[in-house]
């Protein structure tokens, strides 16, 4: 039973305009983890679909200038989808997971991290910074600001005061942000099966 003095009130969807294209340094808020349908089996009836967990990094920008002069800092760009596997493809070379935590920690990952890169290993990078290249994509729906390269931080910004943090922390309501749509995922090619362990 919700408390009978709630008071529902409407409200305007707010639409944030797309990032200019350029490098920001941020810093990882949070990182969190989902189960959804394969890229290969997602249009298929419920009870044919396989499920993976993918991975999702909220980045807040630290600095930087919009077009009209106002400050960027406190903006989110997310790192969607990304799954929880590493692998090198001859094609496209280091996996998404693979350069956000070789940005992260500023070095490549070592076999030791390798094996211990689990749940605990991942949250262990939040609140480090980082530079990201953005890209942004237009489609039907609209433009949409996406993460196309992650850079190691030569220096260290401010980082986000505890205010900056609750400010940037998804609710309901912010759920809608901008970032590549589901629709709008394109399959990197890979098979998980298809990846040789040796």
């Known amino acids: 039973m919700i408390n009978s003095k709630i008071k529902v009130e409407k409200r305007e969807a707010q639409e944030m305009s797309p990032l200019p294209e350029n490098i920001y ?5 949070d990182v969190t983890d989902e189960e959804r349908p394969t890229y290969d089996t997602r249009n298929k009836p419920d009870e044919e679909k396989e499920y ?3 991975l999702n990094f909220q980045f807040v920008l630290l600095a930087g200038k919009d077009k009209d002069g106002s400050s960027l800092r406190g903006r989110s760009v997310w790192a969607n989808f ?3 596997y590493l692998y090198i493809s001859k094609k496209n070379g280091k996996n998404k997971l693979y350069q956000i935590t070789e940005a992260l920690l500023g070095r490549e990952l070592t076999p030791e991290d390798e094996a211990k890169m689990d749940g605990e290993f991942i949250n262990s990078l939040i609140g480090k910074q980082i530079r990201v290249g953005t890209k942004n994509k237009t489609n039907d729906n609209g433009t949409f600001t996406n993460i196309d390269v992650y850079y190691s931080a030569d ?3 401010e980082k986000l005061s505890d205010e900056e943090r609750k400010k940037a922390t998804p609710t309901k309501e912010k759920e809608e942000h ?12 890979i098979n998980p099966e298809d990846i040789p362990f040796d």
């Open 155 to 157: 220096t260290e910004l």
């Open 25 to 29: 340094q941020v810093e990882l808020l």
């Open 178 to 189: 901008t970032g590549t749509p589901v629709d709008e995922i394109v399959d990197e090619g």
């Open 82 to 84: 990304i799954p929880t």
């Open 52 to 54: 993976e967990t993918i």
